[in-house]
């Protein structure tokens, strides 16, 4: 079995309603031996945010915003140290971002991966062929293939994550998985990285899904498949 990292969490700096701490000790309880866990709060353009206009707005008000975050994280990260890895993503709604991809790809330091949300066919294509520019891992949060992508086929959009290196989370979302699952069966036939992600907002319950999601990676072939995104400190400390 591999480490386990659930890479899915949001806490109150978004819309979460666990602290880091919170969050660690939960899965710290799950009585299955977790790795670390990724904090992945919905930052730049979220739909509670103000209107942007330009990217020198997208600049100041999100860079500001995302300075404090990896500052939190980064502290809980040292309060952790020993027990349980801390990582720090960001999930980013694709919509109300995709018009200002360049400015964000400059706007990551100290941020370890990304999980796009609500990317559709032309949004994934675009992330593509934008992909090589980010500075950490980027990835599909709880996509449903067949629903996100209903006009392509699974080996377009397998070939397509694949070749951009865009990782794909197996979420808490997809439960129960059938082991036959067709999309599950293309994947491990690919170079496609995965993460596993419960996307804990406000029920803690929801972590206890954590191993079902682990073995289901093993038992489809995917075990050996599972991304861990590298701390990107050194650049957090020059922000
Ligand atoms: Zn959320
Ligand atoms: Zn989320």
């Known amino acids: 079995m591999q480490p386990v990292y659930n890479l ?19 899965h710290l309880d799950l009585g299955t031996p977790v ?5 992945s709060d919905h930052l730049f353009c979220t739909p509670s945010s103000r209107e942007v206009k330009s990217e020198r707005d997208y600049g100041r008000i999100f860079g500001g915003e995302k300075r ?8 809980a990260r040292q309060r952790w140290s020993g027990k349980l890895e801390i990582l720090c993503g960001a999930e980013v709604n ?4 995709k018009p200002m991809l360049s400015a964000l790809t400059g706007m ?21 062929n934008q992909a090589r520019r980010f500075p950490c891992p980027i990835g599909l949060a709880h996509t449903e293939v067949g629903v996100q992508f209903p006009n392509t086929s699974m080996d377009q959009v397998v070939r397509t994550l694949a070749n951009a290196r865009i990782f794909y ?18 994947v491990p036939n690919h170079r496609v990285r995965v993460t596993l992600g419960t996307d804990t907002h406000d029920d803690l319950e929801v972590l206890k899904t954590l191993p079902t999601l682990a073995e289901y990676a093993e038992q489809v072939g995917l ?8 701390v990107r ?4 400390v020059s922000t």
């Open 233 to 236: 400190d050194a650049e957090a």
């Open 94 to 97: 694709w919509p109300l971002n």
């Open 169 to 186: 989370e197996i979420s808490s979302k997809f439960l129960p998985l059938s082991p036959n699952d067709p999309w599950f069966k293309t």
């Open 223 to 230: 075990g050996e498949k599972i991304l861990i995104p590298a």
């Open 35 to 39: 790795t670390g866990i990724g904090i």
């Open 108 to 128: 990551l330091d100290g941020i370890d991966y990304l999980l796009f949300e609500f990317v559709d066919w032309a949004g994934l294509t675009t992330l593509a």
């Open 8 to 26: 899915h969490n949001h806490t109150p700096f978004s819309d979460g309603a666990y602290t880091i701490d919170e969050l660690c000790e939960a």
């Open 68 to 75: 404090d975050y990896v500052a939190e994280v980064r502290e």
